[in-house]
């Protein structure tokens, strides 16, 4: 009995992995009908089921194996010719040979159930009528084959233990395995209803080749247990740890015999390891063969014309991977093909060739394995999604309308989106993209979606290599040493002693550094992991700039050593709980070091995916407006305050102690220099500051000065969309207001206070020089509209303003405000935005040569690419207050002659 | 540290108390003034300090993890689960790692001082007392009176298994 079982797993493992090839070889065999190599391994497959079926008795197993046997052995003496539907045929007998396969699998027995039989008969039938219906005249016909194949027979079945020549008929024979194939039957002889025309001919003639490769398979290819390797790995792992304390001890003593024994050892060691970590590696075209099978049946099904082609099968990847990306694999192939490629009378139409080509593509790229799934297929329709995401209540139709393109495409990794307009058996199976990602995430990975309407679609799936060794950077905190996966990884940032002082910001107990204009919240690995040891002020920062996907932090860490390959390690049961590791793992040196968990981390600190998204839902009571850190503080509790935090160069306290009042002017000790504190209230109509032992201040760094305003309390920093209305309050050092957290909040004009407190303190000796400019500004949002106005207008220029570029380019054509000398422009407005703006203004007679000054929140190279193509000159940050100035006095000062013209 | 990851057995100077049919071997070892007993089945291995990388945001009683020949385990300070006030600070050097559990996932006691293999007879071995002065008595499986001490003999799953309330109090702090 045992024997027998034993027979049995072997035989269900070696047909499974013959009908996953059985898959592949029908589609291209209805390419490329002729191929005589493809029937026979076909045939010889089904054959070999045939045969074990029988000997186990499986009835029904055996009786399909036999009909498609039946016609295969047409096709394969060319009695009759492939065609579609014989091949459909087929396919589905060998899906109910899986099914069967998979029922004795799990169950022992061939599955109960009637419609196998059904199949059987449907099969039968249809046998009958290929071989009467198409076949009669042939059955002489192939006289040749059949010698040519017996010839083969002779060494055929002694190499496949399974592989029964003898078919149905007499069962018994094979109880001692049919090793000894007795060759030469008719097929039909079992079946009931068989097709008796072309029996003779068939010849067993499966054996001719399939036991030569089954043969080299058996010697060159050993079936090992999985775990059997893991522990190889670690095995290989702990060596590694003893060389390199052989080596310490070999260098210790200094025995060069010693020495170079050790250093033979350390060779083969590596060499070990690499190997060992080769035979966990499976090629990618393991899954890929599944889906020549799967985008026929699916293109068939949907009527459509696909052409499957596939590149890079042979790159590897651990096999726990391959496990893993099977299904966002063909739930994406799906998409492709349902949602994707159109059908032929479409791609006629759109002057495409009718057949559509889906590629799946799979290539190493710095250590990580790409798999790309291309369609030249419609596209993505972004503003079907966009509907689609409104209708479902992802979005609302306010930010559907200013949803840039690149960004709604992306809205399908949302949950609970589907495109489909209805659930067809293809799609939509309630798996939806946002799946996909998780389970790419969960791997480490990442996916990308690139779409062009009318084009078609790329889905970039990046991966580790392997789950169990990934590449890590090495950082210390604490006296210890921390891994941080790569693939979270953006940049390190060193800073030194100066930029610690100007770029980095504390508000209340969280820091932020200014990373390029943006800002990039800041946590202290030693505080995250609640180390003790006080934070000593040290001199220099090391950053680690993290991403989480939608979100980048910097991790500040003690030091940064080096960039490892890691071998990952579980987490103990006590110790799993803690959300900021993800595993552990060995150091050179045998000590163990702690894998860092980055989203747990990022979660531990509340900067969470999920704030992001609440904040997008704040974000269409403020359309248009564009989001910004801001700064909240108060002096007497009953009045909230907002300053932009990025005005903002430094928060901190002083003892009322420190001021000192010096010529009617407070000003406290500050950075080695005198620095003005500004008291609000002398300046604006609002509540004085009660009297404290300690204030805060908010330090403002412009113009090469430090200045700064006496608050009671920092309240909070935010990042939201600001809607200022600026109808109740306005003017006297106040932008307007605006609801922030339920408050009326009122936000401060930092560049008209600093003035009315110094007159002198913005005094620019080239700006009153060039001075006397007419300046045309155009931006939406009224908070930047009037922070803008209110320091370029403080500057010494004449400023006209307008709510969007239409309007701006209406005061430029009606010529009732200018003439002007330069315009500074939003790039995002509604009705006509910045780049339209500049484009009209360069093709009008009048303005032809008008400097152009664009101002966005954040800039990117390709923003600024854009802009110049535009005919912009220059590109500055809305807040950069010192650099928008030099901007526009440059630009003055040399094309004021150009105006005169 | 390195070359010290010296391998006793655990079954250490049998013939001290050789093991006759009528009882039940312990590996004994001593942490503060206790002395403690875990059935010989359950330990897989005793060690000297092995370096132990210490864990930030565990409970307080993992002093951390370690690496026993490629594989990681947890590290238990036993005194501090066991309740035992901390006086062996100065004892660091020859602290040894005694490692139980089951063969996926053994985790190391720290501990003091390893003494003998034990064989008490079953007669002597009583089950725990209401109370033991200074230890947590829900560790406490039994104790056997041995002649000028009392052996308490721990239970190996409790340490095995995290503490429902640890983590709990772990995951709900800031």
Request: charged share 25%; with cysteine.
């Amino acid at each position: 009995m045992g024997m027998e079982d034993d027979i049995l797993k072997d035989f269900l493992a070696e047909s499974k992995e013959n009908l996953e090839r059985l898959d592949q070889e029908f589609v291209e065999l209805e390419e490329n009908p002729q191929n005589e190599d493809l029937i026979k391994s076909i045939f010889r497959t089904i054959h070999t089921i045939k045969g074990t079926a029988g000997f186990f008795g499986f009835t029904t197993l055996e009786g399909i194996a036999h009909f498609a046997e039946d016609i295969l052995s047409k096709l394969r003496d060319k009695v009759i010719g492939v065609n579609e539907e014989i091949t459909t045929m087929l396919l589905k007998a060998v899906d109910h040979i899986k099914a069967i396969l998979a029922s004795l699998e799990s169950t022992g027995k061939e599955p109960d159930d009637i419609a196998y039989l059904d199949f059987i008969v449907d099969l039968r039938n249809f046998a009958e009528r290929v071989v009467k219906g198409r076949a009669l005249k042939t059955p002489q016909s192939p006289p040749a084959p059949a010698a040519e194949e017996k010839t083969e027979t002779v060494t055929g079945p002694a190499s496949e233990e399974t592989s029964q020549t003898s078919d149905g008929s007499d069962q018994p024979s094979r109880v001692d395995e049919g090793r000894q194939g007795s060759a030469m039957e008719t097929p039909p002889a079992s079946a009931p209803v068989s097709t008796a025309g072309p029996g003779p001919r068939q010849v067993n003639p499966p054996a001719a080749e399939p036991p030569a490769s089954a043969h080299q398979l058996t010697e060159t290819h050993v079936r090992v247990d999985v775990q059997l390797l893991d522990r190889l790995m670690n095995l290989a792992g702990e060596l590694v740890l003893s060389r390199n304390r052989l080596a310490q001890i070999a260098g210790t003593l200094n025995n060069p015999d010693l020495m170079a024994a050790n250093q033979r050892t350390s060779l083969i060691v590596t060499e070990l390891q690499e190997q060992i970590m080769k035979t966990r590696m499976q090629p990618v075209g393991n899954v890929f063969n599944k889906f020549p099978r799967i985008v026929r049946d699916l293109a068939k099904a949907a009527g459509k014309q696909i052409q499957l082609r596939i590149e890079g099968a042979e790159t590897e990847l651990d096999r726990s991977i391959i496990e893993v990306i099977k299904d966002p694999l063909t739930h994406m192939v799906r998409n492709s093909v349902d949602h994707g490629i159109e059908a032929p009378d479409i791609r006629i139409q759109k002057e495409k060739p009718p057949s559509g080509t889906l590629v799946m593509r799979a290539y190493h790229e710095g250590g990580q394995v790409i798999i790309e799934i291309q369609d030249d297929g419609a596209g993505i329709d972004p503003a079907r999604i966009r509907t689609k995401a409104v209708e479902k209540g992802i979005i609302t139709e306010a930010q559907a309308r200013t949803l840039p393109d690149r960004d709604a495409v992306q809205l399908v990794f949302h949950p609970g989106f589907s495109t489909a307009e209805e659930v067809t058996n293809i799609s939509g199976r309630g798996v939806g993209m946002d799946v996909v990602k998780t389970n790419i995430e969960r791997l480490g990975g990442t996916v990308e979606l690139l779409s062009e309407k009318g084009h078609g679609t790329t889905v970039k799936i990046k991966i580790p290599l392997t789950l169990a060794i990934i590449p890590a950077l090495i950082v210390r905190s604490g006296g210890q040493r921390y891994a941080i996966p790569q693939v979270n990884l953006v940049e390190l940032v060193h800073l030194g002693r100066e930029a610690l002082e100007w770029d980095v910001q504390t508000i209340g107990g969280s820091e932020f550094y200014r990373l390029r204009g943006e800002i990039l919240p800041l946590v202290r690995l030693e505080d995250v992991l609640g180390s003790p040891g006080g934070r000593d002020r040290r001199d220099d920062l090391s950053i680690v700039v993290l991403s989480t996907g939608d979100r980048q932090f910097g991790l500040v860490v003690d030091g940064i050593s080096d960039s490892e390959e890691i071998v990952v390690k579980p987490l103990g049961k006590h110790i799993k709980h803690i959300p900021c590791y993800a595993g552990t793992t060995l150091m050179g040196d045998g000590r163990v070091a702690l894998i860092l968990d980055v989203m747990g981390i990022a979660a531990s600190v509340n900067l969470k995916g999920e704030e992001r998204l609440r904040e997008a839902e704040e974000k269409d009571t403020a359309v248009g407006e564009e989001r910004q850190f801001i700064l909240l503080f108060s002096l007497d509790p009953a009045e909230v305050f907002a300053i932009p935090l990025a005005l903002v160069n430094r928060l901190d306290k002083i003892s009322a102690s420190q001021i000192e009042n010096i010529g009617g002017q407070e000003v406290i000790q500050y950075r080695g220099t005198s620095m003005p504190v500004i008291r609000l209230e002398h300046h604006l109509p609002i509540r004085p500051i009660p009297e404290m032992e300690e204030y805060h201040i908010v330090v403002f760094h412009m113009n090469k000065r430090d200045i700064a305003f006496l608050v009671g309390r920092i309240e909070d920093s935010l990042n939201l969309a600001v809607d200022v209305d600026d109808r109740v309050y306005k003017g006297g050092g106040i932008l307007g207001s605006a609801i922030v957290k339920d408050r009326t909040t009122l936000f401060l004009d930092v560049y008209q206070i600093i003035s009315r407190h110094d007159p002198g303190f913005f005094a620019m000796p080239a700006i009153t020089e060039a001075g006397r400019g007419r300046i045309l500004l155009a931006e939406d949002s009224t908070f930047y509209r009037n922070l803008l106005s209110s320091y370029v207008e403080a500057a010494g220029y004449e400023v006209v303003t307008a709510e969007d570029g239409l309007e701006a380019w209406e005061i430029i054509s009606e010529d009732t405000k200018g003439p002007f000398d330069l315009l500074v422009t939003d790039i995002d407005m509604p009705r006509m935005n910045g780049l339209e703006l500049a484009a009209k203004v360069r093709g009008s007679e009048r303005y032809r040569d008008l400097p152009i000054v664009a101002v966005t929140s954040l800039s990117s190279d390709d923003d600024k690419r854009r802009g110049i193509q535009a005919g912009i000159n220059d590109y500055q940050v809305k807040l950069d207050r010192d650099h928008i100035l030099g901007a526009i006095r440059d630009l003055l000062s040399g094309l004021s002659y150009k105006e005169a013209a | 540290m390195h070359g010290m990851e010296t391998h006793l057995p655990a079954s250490i100077e049998p013939d001290l108390k050789p093991s006759s049919g009528g009882g039940r071997q312990f590996v004994t070892f001593s942490v503060g003034r206790h002395s403690f007993g875990l059935p010989i089945e359950d330990v897989i291995e005793i060690n000297r300090s092995l370096d132990i990388t210490p864990v930030p945001m565990a409970p307080p009683h993992v002093a951390g993890v370690i690496n026993l020949r490629g594989h990681i385990l947890t590290s238990i300070h036993l005194a501090q689960r066991l309740g035992i006030p901390d006086t062996g600070e100065q004892k660091e050097g020859i602290l040894h790692n005694v490692v139980v559990g089951s063969r996926e996932e053994p985790v190391s006691l720290i501990v003091e001082t390893i003494g003998d293999v034990c064989t008490v007879p079953w007669e002597q071995i009583a089950p725990a007392p209401e109370r033991i002065e200074g230890i947590h008595r829900r560790f406490v499986k039994n104790v056997c009176k041995l002649p000028g001490r009392l052996l308490v003999i721990l239970d190996t799953k409790d340490f095995e298994e995290p503490d429902g309330e640890d983590m709990r109090r772990d995951l709900g702090a800031p």
